[in-house]
């Protein structure tokens, strides 16, 4: 069976002209077509480093990696992977249509979504109806990270890389758009790597949750909260099994930061 992700003993981190930075070592991590799985760490500890591999935005210094049984770049070239940061880049002379058209411009593997209706459908589902003719200056912060959203998704990417994609918005905005997720996650049974330093977003989106810490950067653990959710990957933040995992996931980055 074809894996969404899978490493062995995989080193990332950066070359520089004297010497190789490692930042994380000995990876080996498996994530299953269609998999929810959120990442937790502390600040510099390697979450991002890790996507930029995943994402053919870095070689790894070392050991293997392949997405969705290909090589990062081959899937990179297939343009299969969304990503997401937590300063969503709009260009700030476009409108939010040619914002999200953008992968299409610079050559996306599908061609002409607005005649087949799909960036209407990605406005909609993002709640962004109405709002295609706006600036990005005249959005809120939460509209801005949809708009990143609906372009990330506009070539129905297999696997999403999200790097902390709400770490700058406000508590109600963020859970609101933590449930859109999850909406989208269900509707287009997409794979899902989500970095967050909010434990409560972590357990709350993943169905499985990965600790990374630093100084040896490492995978500490993966939480599967599969059984403490139902089937579609719901829970309820005040369910005790949420708490639980919650509390121990919280002890456990306190440990390793
Ligand atoms: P996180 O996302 O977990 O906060 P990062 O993956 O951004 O951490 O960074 C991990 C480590 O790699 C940090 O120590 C950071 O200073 C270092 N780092 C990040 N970018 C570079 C780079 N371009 N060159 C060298 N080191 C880097
Ligand atoms: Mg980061």
């Excluded at 930075?21 to 991590?29: A, F, M, N, Q, R």
């Excluded at 940061?85 to 040619?98: A, G, K, N």
């Excluded at 859109?180 to 357990?203: D, K, P, Q």
């Excluded at 490492?218 to 005040?238: F, P």
Aim: charged fraction near 25%; charge should be negative.
């Amino acid at each position: 069976m074809v894996l969404a992700i899978e490493t062995k003993s995989l080193n990332v981190g950066y070359r520089n002209a004297d010497a190789d930075v490692t930042v994380l070592s000995g990876v080996d991590l498996k994530v299953n077509v269609g998999e929810f799985l959120t990442i937790l760490g502390p600040s510099g500890c390697g979450k991002s480093t890790l996507l930029r591999v995943v994402a053919d935005l870095l070689e790894p210094l070392a050991g293997e990696i392949t997405v969705l049984g290909e090589t990062p770049h081959a899937i990179r070239q297939q343009r299969e992977v969304g990503f997401v940061f937590q300063d969503s880049t709009l260009l700030p002379w476009r409108t939010v249509l040619e914002n999200i058209e953008l992968p299409t411009i610079v050559g996306g593997k599908n061609a002409a979504p607005v005649v087949d209706g799909r960036i209407e459908n990605l406005l909609s589902l993002l709640g962004l109806d109405g709002l295609n003719e706006r600036y990005p200056h005249q959005l809120s912060g939460g509209q801005r990270q949809r708009v990143a959203i609906a372009r990330a998704l506009l070539n129905e990417p297999k696997l999403l890389l999200m790097d902390e994609p709400f770490g700058a918005l406000d508590e109600i905005t963020r859970d609101r758009l933590n449930d859109e997720i999850l909406e989208i996650w269900r509707r287009t049974g997409t794979t899902i790597l989500f970095v967050t330093h909010s434990i409560m977003e972590a357990v709350y989106l993943g169905q499985r949750v990965m600790m990374l810490a630093s100084n040896p950067g490492r995978i500490v653990s993966i939480t599967d909260l599969r059984d403490a959710k139902t089937k579609d990957n719901t829970c309820k933040r005040e369910d005790p099994a949420i708490i639980a995992a919650m509390a121990e996931l919280r002890q456990s980055l306190g440990e390793v930061s």
